[in-house]
C-alpha cells in the first residue's frame, strides 16, 4: 500500500484547522448514525438475503484506494459543493427520523457523506471517487415490504421454468403454484428459493465488474442487466437439482450440507459468468 496516495485523503496541504473540521465533521457523523450503522451491520449478520451487504464497504474502500490517484493535489472545499446532496440528505433524515423509517435514514446516511466527502475534497474529487462512493448504494437492503412483493411472484416464476426443465428430464412431478409434488415428496420453492437473494448480490457482483473492467459504457449497462437473466437461470439450475437429487436420494438430501454447497455452488456459477462476460468485454474498451 503506497502511502502518499493515502496523504491525499489528509489533505495535508489545507492545515490542520482545515484537517481538524474534517474529523469534527466525521466523528459528528458517525456519532449521528451510530445506532443506523449497529443496526445494519447486524441485518447483514443476520438476514441470509443480504450477507453480501458485509463485502461493500470493503470493496468500495479497495476501489477508492484505486481512484486515489485521480484526486487533485489540493482539494477545493466548498459548502456550496455539498449542498446537491446535504440538503436531500437532511430532508431525508428529517422523514425518516419522524416516520422511523430505517430505510429512508440509511439512505439520509449515505446522502449526508457524499455530502462530506464533496464538501471538503471539491466537485473534481468526488466525480474521481463516484465509482467507489455510489458502490456502497448497494450496502442497504431493501424495505421487507419491497422485498416481499417482489418474492413471491419471483417465486411462482421459477418453480413454473424449473417445472419446465423437469419436464424435458422426464421427471414425474406435478406443480401447484410455488409448490413441486414429486412421487415421495413436496418441494416447496420458498422465499430463499425465489432468485430474489441470488439477483441482488449478482447485480452487486455485476456493477462491480462492470466497474473493474475497462469497456465501453453500454457495455457496462448490458453487464448489469445480464445479472438479472444469469440469476434466474442458477436459480432454476438449483431447484431442478434439488428436485432431481430429491427424487433419487429421497428428502433427506434437503437436510444436508449438500443442499446448502448447492446453493453456493450455484451462485459460484452466475458469479463467475459475471466476470468471465466482464473479461470479454473488456476486448472491447473504448479507443483512446
Partial sequence: MKLGKLRRLTNPEAGLPQFLLTLLVLGAFLALYRSVLLGLVQQWLDDENYTH???VPPIAAFLLYRCLDRLPRVAEPSLRAALP?????LALFVGGTAAA???TLRLSMLFLFWAIVRGFYGVRSFRGLRFPLFFLVFMIPLPYVFFYRVAFPLQLLS???SGKVLDFLGVVHVQTGNIIHLRETSLDVVTACSGLRSLLALITFAVLAAGLFPMRRALRA???VLAVPIAMATNALRIVLTAVLVHTHGRSFLEGALHQGMGLLTFGIGVGLLFLIGGGF???RPSV
Fill in 159 to 161: 418453480a413454473e421454468a
Fill in 85 to 89: 446532496f446535504l440538503l436531500p440528505g
Fill in 222 to 224: 448490458l453487464l448489469v
Fill in 101 to 103: 423509517e430505517l430505510f
Fill in 282 to 284: 473488456r476486448w472491447q
Fill in 53 to 55: 451487504g458485509l463485502l
